[in-house]
T-cell receptor, first 112, second 114 residues
Framework: QKEVEQNSGPLSVPEGAIASLNCTYS??????FFWYRQYSGKSPELIMS????GDKEDGRFTAQLNKASQYVSLLIRDSQPSDSATYLC????????????FGKGTLLTVNP | DAEITQSPRHKITETGRQVTLACHQT?????MFWYRQDLGHGLRLIHY???????NKGEVSDGYSVSRSNTEDLPLTLESAASSQTSVYFC?????????????FGEGSRLTVL
């Protein structure tokens, strides 16, 4: 059973701070990693993807990957109240016919 | 605009009844998925399909079935609903043209089994 682990939170940060979300995975051959954001009562949406070791930046979001440690993280800089949501880590298996295994998600609250 | 729709959005049923949740997408995606989401468990894969006539079991498939007779639809059937199947169900699809690893989710169907 491939597992994806996340701290459930809640993680609470003040507005303007950096929020750090963490994820570990069990399948060593996994190559593709994703972060989805889910607002309360809504469906998940993809916000970041990362495939290589190191950092990938997109606006206020930075994804970090360390395959040796089987660890993925998401940093949100200058956190805003609108960033308050559950963040789901997902790991891809398969090629063009793929499926995603999701972690349980971390609830982030950004306080004004 | 292309979209993915689920129906019904809310349903209350009784233990032992058969229930079907509909999922329809207009992206012409080959890959379609059903997940359930429960507090403390996150999103768990129930069934998935890579194309017409193809179906596969996910990690929590017991008590559920799907069929894929065309590209657009993947209905999820609960043969005999149980209280443990009370959950929010999400249908999703993926295919060429989207970002790698991007699933497009429907709005969800909240099912309550009494």
């Amino acid at each position: 059973q491939k597992e994806v682990e996340q701290n459930s939170g809640p993680l609470s940060v003040p507005e303007g701070a950096i929020a750090s979300l963490n994820c570990t995975y069990s399948d060593r051959v996994s190559q593709s990693f994703f972060w989805y954001r889910q607002y309360s009562g809504k469906s998940p949406e993809l916000i970041m993807s990362i495939y290589s070791n190191g950092d990938k930046e997109d606006g206020r979001f930075t994804a970090q990957l360390n395959k040796a440690s089987q660890y993925v993280s998401l940093l949100i800089r200058d956190s805003q109240p609108s960033d308050s949501a559950t963040y789901l880590c997902a790991v891809k298996s398969g090629g063009s016919n793929y499926k995603l295994t999701f972690g349980k998600g971390t609830l982030l609250t950004v306080n004004p | 605009d292309a979209e993915i729709t689920q129906s019904p959005r809310h349903k209350i049923t009784e233990t032992g009844r058969q229930v079907t949740l509909a999922c329809h997408q207009t992206w012409n995606h080959n890959n379609m998925f059903w997940y359930r989401q429960d507090l403390g468990h996150g999103l768990r894969l129930i069934h998935y399909s890579y194309g017409v006539q193809d179906t596969n079991k996910g990690e929590v498939s017991d008590g559920y079935s799907v069929s894929r007779s065309n590209t657009e639809d993947l209905p999820l059937t609960l043969e005999s609903a149980a209280s443990s199947q009370t959950s929010v169900y999400f249908c999703a699809s993926s295919g060429p043209g989207g970002r790698d690893g991007e699933l497009f989710f429907g709005e969800g169907s909240r099912l309550t089994v009494l």
